[in-house]
């Protein structure tokens, strides 16, 4: 048997294409103390009373010893990273341009572009007979629809990308690598991009547009404006968060279709199960596996076990999502699944803030594919996955078939 | 057995949320048989909660308040009659035009109506109005477009203070009168009843709380005014009465059934009393015209107007009606309500009248966004939130799980210093509205039971 530690195997890279069988074993061991002194709970009720109890932080400055931190203090933290009130005013400050009771129309106002963005990208296959999902669709599709949410000039694209991926990459904890290069990269990304995206900013300041940014910049509410660094950091958090997810949501949906080609064919007979077909992928593959940055402020009891003051706790959410005391049949994939309250979007007062987008783009992105490829096949089963043990997919999906047969008809 | 319960006949005594949740889950649980709903207003299901918010507001017309079916439910409907008796031993409901429906089982959910205005000459001046029905809501509406120069309402419940709010926000000018010390206290307490009368005045409204209304004024039948117990007297042009709910049981007098002004009660599992305490295996009720035994609350009866809990009792009706004993679910749900007023979210879970104390929890009065907890004898019965509401999830473990009072430290936006103070529930008799949430003793029995009209 092993001597790695629980967590440790599930970071693991060799872990990436199916590390539910280390949640199984995680489930197995309750509330789960590792070596290092971290606890990691994947049990789906302990979870839900993790992620609605107040004494849990969300700010790892909570964190008693100071090497587990790991974040550098260089500009303010995000608002999925502070606790309330903070995250409450920051939260809501934001979310006064992206959905109700403000901004009701905003995202019902992105339908039509989303389906025409999906439909240029599956016209773009035509005559191809072997695709990358990834690249091909499930990255340009809501880089594109972000863009255009927030105002984000599309040519600026890959510098972006650049900067997330090195952002990313720092929330990863492979033991065999140097976390601090890691950490000192996505430092450094993080201005960068937070002097980009003031800049930009700064010209809507002078010339607003129809976009977020300009709505934020210009916001006149009886709760104030964010400041230039909340206003920076919220940028880059949206920007990220925008886009980052969503590619793993419809890649890892798509490759759990193509392996169940009876469950694709049936969404393609009822496309009316999209909605409930999307909330079962968000439940059986989840594109954040975990919440690596939860820590208890006093001792919390759960599961029978006290969680200390001031240690990290992993919530494994991908877990809870195949917990068979909450879910009947829970390894199994049902697009038609009720009662279906996943985690794939976490839950209390920090639940996915573009929730909305993400479900409404990957049920256009999803039947977009379904009615444009033509009898796809997975040219390799595992595909090779990105590194992250947290944010969760595939790096490429290989397709081939006749992928665009039927496309843009 | 069980397939003789997923046929036969049912009838549905009332047409609005609960009756209709019910319909559906008649029909998601297999139950193949007649099916027929009886309502006495001439519409289909509605939502009623927009009627004192977004209606009056103008944002929704009363029309589009319609509640969305879930499903297909294949049934006979009767609307626009009311049931007007019950006849147990042939097992019929007897409606107003005459006609005899009869039935295997039956529910009852014929709800709840406006209390009127007890002088009938005073309640008939043109002015003068309730709401409790998408109707209500419309002509209401009307007359705030109208822009009368003055709407006095009468009772600080949810509904009064939620109209008051509406009325401020379209920029009228809103007097509001309230017997008890302050509005919303009779469902929340001294500590939030102190909060939403701050916060009504900072919006404006002429908030008179210890009076009464003595009188509604009146020349050539249009409404003129009020004198209030205190001698004052208000000039307005519109009168919303706002005194709460009677509930619609008196079509049941006869019956032998346990059914009186508190409501019709049964068990846990929705089956109704007859008036001996003895349990009905035919008779079910659900929603706001139900008593029912919580045993978090020691097993008393509650009388809930909630729209939740008219879902959830409605599902739960319906399983045990086309269900055999053993498969039968008990009604265990933590009660809850929302409301939207004067800009905020107030949420409640638990029963906050069953309770001697309460402390803020989490943020403050002065921030407007707060969570408050509410204990009886050590132990956590209801919280509310205020802007907050993603909070009320772990409260309610904590309620469910009988966590002691008052809640632990830790929480990121605890205030400095939580006091813990008495709760300040008053006698629901000295407020003008009644109460929404009622806790009506142990005994399933109308003659047992002590009803005491409004003074």
Known sequence: MSTETLLERINAYASRPDPYPLYTELREHGVARQDDGSYLVGTYHEIAALLHDPRISSDVRHRTHPDLRDRPEDLPPSFIAVDDPEHDRLRRLAMRHFGPPHSPGRIDALHDDIVDVARELVDGLRGRDRIDLVDDFAYPLPVTVICRLLGVPREDMPEIRGWTNTIIASLDRSPDEDPDGRLRAAAQARVSMAGYLGALAQRRR????????????????PEGRLTEPELTTTLTLLTI??????????????????????????????????????????????PVQMLPQRTPLTDVEVGGVTIPQG????????????????????????????????????SGVHNCFGAPLARLETQVALTALLHGLDAPHLVEDPPPYRHSPILRGPRHLLVTGDVAAGAGA | MSDDLKSGRIVIVGASLAGLRAAETLRDEGFTGDLTLVGDEPHPPYDRPPLSKQVLLGRVPAADVGLPARRPVDARWKLGVRASGLDPATKEVLLRNGERLPFDRLLIATGTRARPWPHPEEARLDGVLTVRTVDDAHRLAERLDAGPRRVLVIGAGFTGSEIASACRERGLAVTVAERGPAPLVGALGGTLGAFAARLQRAHGVDLRCGVTVTSLTGDAGRLTGAELSDGSRIDADVAVVALGAVRNTEWLADTGLAAGP??????????????????????????????????????????????????????????????????????????????????????????????????????????????????????????????????????????????????????????????VVPSDVPDPRVLSHGPTVALTGHLPDRRLAVVRPMA
């Open chain 1, 311 to 346: 240690v990290p706790l992993f919530l494994v959410l991908a877990s809870g999502n195949r917990d068979p005391l909450r879910f009947e049949d829970a390894d199994h994939f049902d697009p038609a699944r009720r009662d279906n309250q996943h985690f794939g979007f976490g």
């Open chain 1, 241 to 286: 968060a925008g886009h980052e997810t969503t590619v793993n949501l419809i890649t890892n949906g798509m490759l759990t279709l193509l392996r169940r080609p009876e469950a694709l064919e049936r969404l393609r007979r009822e496309p009316e199960l999209m909605p409930s077909a999307v909330e079962e992928l968000l439940r059986y593959e989840p």
């Open chain 1, 206 to 221: 002078e010339r607003p547009a129809d976009d977020m940014i300009s709505a934020l910049v210009h916001d006149d509410g």
């Open chain 2, 262 to 419: 508190r409501g019709v009660a049964c068990d846990a599992g929705c089956r109704a009393f007859d008036m001996y305490g003895i349990v009905t295996d035919d008779v079910f009720v659900a929603g706001d015209v139900a008593r029912f035994p919580h045993p978090l609350f020691e097993y008393q009866m509650l009388a809930l107007e909630h729209w939740g809990n008219a879902v959830e009792q409605a599902e739960v009706a319906a399983h045990n009606m086309v269900n055999p004993g053993p498969r039968r679910r008990p009604h265990l749900a933590v009660p809850a309500f929302w409301s939207s007023q004067f800009g905020l979210n107030i949420k409640s879970v638990g029963v906050p009248t069953f309770s001697d104390q309460v402390t803020v929890a989490q943020g403050s009065v002065e921030e407007g966004r707060l969570v408050v907890v509410y204990g009886y004898r050590g132990r956590i019965t209801a919280a509310v939130s205020v802007n907050r509401a993603k909070w009320l999830e772990h409260y309610r473990h904590l309620i469910e799980t009988a966590a002691p009072f008052p809640p632990e430290p830790g929480a990121a936006d605890r205030p400095a210093s939580p006091k």
